[in-house]
């Protein structure tokens, strides 16, 4: 039976679509499928925290927390990924794009963190909603929280996100070394960099569980998790998109699914290194309500990061000791969406220009 010409028609237009999407210029640190990546791993924390707040235990075979802790890995390897475009973009040498890179992300990092750790401890805001007290309130938890060394200095977190927070801090002092072995470097040796780094977290984990003091550098357990981003931008410099978009998103529920099958309850090193391995051969998704969706999702990603429990908090333990249901959930929804944008516009955005200012009145040249 002979093809119809609409068919034909259809499937050469199909082809010549995809054509274009591929021919679409690399991986770039705005890129709608970064993104997306950042507002997956956002939302998978939001639905843990939700989901036990209201009594969800279980998801199919998994629970909740097991789709936060994923979604954190899938932060570090995105983080780890766009901060190495950073520095590639800084047009300084030496100590001085180092130093500029710290100076930004000081001003990144902090100010919305101390916030928070401010309102906690002002507020006595339970480390969780679902179970854990409160955290101690001594001087010396409070002042590690502030500069986000809980790990280092040997202290409690006084609200469960804060947990991730050091380990970004330790990782942001090492990227600059990251940055210039990467650049240097095959891919080959790149990978073994990697194992070696699963070998020392391996060799890691009994300092950890005796109580040494070695348990402190626990940023070392997820070292492989943030060299997944590390591989990504390897590839993405030498490497253009090869599969179509709509791959992407089933690439990440893959990627997902192979963590909650071999990875849980451990710390997601395979994973994040096939997530690091598949993020620069994907071309850009397109679709309007997916790229905005994400983009307003990613532009608020810290702000719902660090305010959900605060949020959960006075909705389902403070209002709903005298408000109806439906009131709570409204006031839920309505945190939800307008906190996180407040706290970019009033503290994130502002803060991130002055430290932009700040690191280029010290550390650019004349010439950049």
Not at 218 to 242: E, H, K, N, T, W
Not at 354 to 360: I, P, R
């Amino acid at each position: 039976m002979a093809v119809p010409l609409e068919s034909g028609t259809s499937v050469s237009a199909a082809a010549t679509a995809l054509a274009r999407e591929l021919r679409r210029p690399q991986l770039t640190a705005t890129s709608a499928n970064l993104d997306f990546l950042r507002a997956i791993a956002v939302m998978f924390v939001f639905v843990d925290h939700l989901f036990l707040t209201v009594g969800i235990q279980r998801i199919a075979f998994f629970s909740p927390a097991d789709l936060g802790r994923v979604g954190v890995y899938f932060f570090f390897v995105h983080t780890c990924l766009v901060l190495l475009m950073s520095l590639e973009r800084t047009p300084l040498n030496g100590f001085k794009k180092v130093f500029h890179f710290y100076l930004r992300r000081m001003f990144r990092i902090y100010p919305l963190a101390v916030f928070f750790v401010l309102l906690v401890y002002l507020c006595n805001v339970p480390q969780d909603v679902w179970g854990a007290g409160t955290a101690p309130h001594d001087l010396r938890t409070v002042m590690a929280n502030l500069l986000l060394a809980q790990n280092v200095m040997g202290t409690s977190c006084l609200f469960g996100p804060l947990w991730s927070l050091p380990l970004e801090v330790q990782m942001y002092l090492m990227l600059p070394l990251v940055f210039y072995l990467v650049r240097r470097i095959s891919p080959p040796t790149l990978l073994a960099l990697w194992g070696t780094s699963v070998l020392a977290a391996i060799a890691y984990l009994p300092f950890r569980s005796s109580g040494h003091v070695l348990w402190r550098l626990d940023v070392i357990l997820f070292v492989p998790c943030f060299m997944g981003g590390a591989v990504a931008y390897q590839i993405a410099r030498r490497s253009r998109p090869l599969l179509p978009s709509w791959l992407w998103p089933v690439t990440i529920m893959a990627v997902l699914n192979v963590y909650l099958a071999f990875e849980r309850q451990r710390y997601g090193w395979v994973a994040c290194l096939l997530l690091g391995l598949s993020v620069p051969f994907f071309a850009q998704i397109q679709y309007q309500w997916i790229t905005r969706a994400a983009k307003w999702i990613a532009t608020y990603s810290y702000g719902i990061y660090l305010s959900n429990i605060v949020i959960l908090w006075f909705a389902f333990r403070i209002c709903a000791r005298s408000m109806p249901r439906f009131v709570v959930w409204s006031i839920f929804v309505a945190g939800a969406i307008t906190i996180p944008m407040a706290c970019f516009h009033w503290i994130e955005k502002p803060l991130m220009k002055m430290g932009g200012t700040l690191a280029d009145r010290f550390f650019r040249t004349e010439a950049a």
